[in-house]
């Protein structure tokens, strides 16, 4: 079940609840709020890993997950869960709680940031609060990946035997957070990166590692514009 008439200028979400009823408000709440073109709305499934797949295979960019999972029907997992397995694919990835267990989702998730109450007062004018969050959140993301991608490009355009030891480690280390905002359970160590570079000299493989680097970042961008 999902989406709205899509907007592809507008930021896509996906909102997690095994309630129909709650999933409808959300959709009607969200598209009201003008911050997104696409809404997907998403039902639990029964291994925490088919739903944390199925989320990986929509350009999302943000996730809102309800904390309770189980009030229509048992669920092994909550949407503390799904954050942070969702998480461990998509570093930063901006992701976002909603409950009406506030002190409950808080003590689960690692970030209490991430947890907004159902329980919002009229002058909140019930969620609007987290829906401009949401909107600012995704903005700072993108423009955090943007200026990872610029530098790192700006970097790899030096000529190889041209590059200093401090411009090398901070291409490893952009590669990394580029690495961990696509795929962080794919993403190859730092130390192993390192050892990659100085096994033939000092840093005799660079070009040869930042290549597959600048394939993520082409993906990465296509997936930011489209």
């Not at 909550?78 to 570093?91: K, M, P, S």
């Not at 990394?176 to 050892?195: G, I, M």
Request: with cysteine.
């Amino acid at each position: 079940m999902s989406d709205s008439a899509i907007h592809h200028d507008l930021p896509t979400i996906a909102y997690v609840d095994e309630s129909e009823d709650e999933q409808a408000y959300f959709y009607g709440d969200a598209l009201d709020s003008g911050f997104f073109g696409q809404i997907h709305l998403i039902s639990p499934e029964e291994d925490l890993d088919r739903l944390i797949a199925k989320l990986a295979d929509l350009q999302i960019d943000a996730l809102v997950s309800d904390f309770n999972l189980s009030d229509d029907r048992p669920n092994a997992y909550n949407g503390a869960d799904v954050v942070e397995a969702f998480l461990v694919q998509r570093r930063n990835f901006p992701c976002f709680i909603r409950t009406s267990f506030d002190q409950d989702a808080m003590g689960s998730s690692s970030d209490v940031n991430r947890v907004y109450s159902k329980n919002a007062t009229e002058e909140q004018a019930v969620g609007r609060d987290l829906f401009k969050r949401i909107s600012i959140q995704i903005e700072h993301y993108r423009a955090q990946i943007e200026a990872w991608s610029e530098e790192y490009d700006a970097l790899l355009a030096l000529p190889a035997g041209e590059r200093s030891a401090l411009q090398i480690e901070r291409l490893i280390l952009l590669d990394d957070a580029l690495e961990q905002a696509v795929a962080a359970d794919q993403a190859l160590a730092l130390t192993f990166k390192r050892e990659l570079l100085n096994r033939d000299g000092l840093f005799g493989k660079q070009d040869e590692l930042f290549a597959q680097a600048e394939q993520l970042i082409a993906a990465m961008k296509d997936t930011l514009e489209n």
